[in-house]
């Protein structure tokens, strides 16, 4: 069954064009690994909500931008096996690989998928 990795975070709008080619780095590594697609989207209609929301879950700035991204594996096998490479890959490393944002405000978690239409 397809496996789902989301995340979203809250990136300085400033860093859009970092965060662009992060993203691109990122994903070669995550295909190279086994991952069948990456997507990546940057927020626009991104309302704050009056309990919960989006830009409130990863405590977005004024000047910052919340994205949202998923990466879709065969199986979570797959991706257990292909993250834990992933995680060990030379260029994923501190000093080659750094987040143009506050990964501390990042929410990430892996999903089966239930349908595809």
């Not at 397809?2 to 400033?14: E, K, M, S």
């Not at 064009?17 to 989207?41: M, P, Q, R, S, W």
């Not at 594996?73 to 490479?85: I, L, N, T």
Request: net charge negative; proline share 6%; aromatic share 12%.
């Amino acid at each position: 069954m397809t496996y789902v990795d989301a995340l979203v975070a809250a990136v300085p709008t400033a860093n859009r064009e970092k965060y662009i080619k992060h993203a691109e780095d990122a994903a070669v590594v995550f295909k190279d690994h086994g991952a069948l697609k990456v997507t990546e989207c940057w927020g626009d209609d991104v309302p704050d909500g009056e309990i919960t929301s989006l830009p409130k879950a990863v405590k977005c700035k004024d000047d910052e931008t919340v994205v949202f991204s998923w990466i879709t594996w065969p199986s979570r096998q797959v991706r257990d096996e292909g993250m834990k490479k992933v995680m060990e890959d030379p260029r994923m490393q501190p000093g080659k690989f750094e987040f143009p944002f506050d990964g501390k405000r990042l929410i990430y978690g892996g999903f089966g998928m239930l349908f595809e239409v």
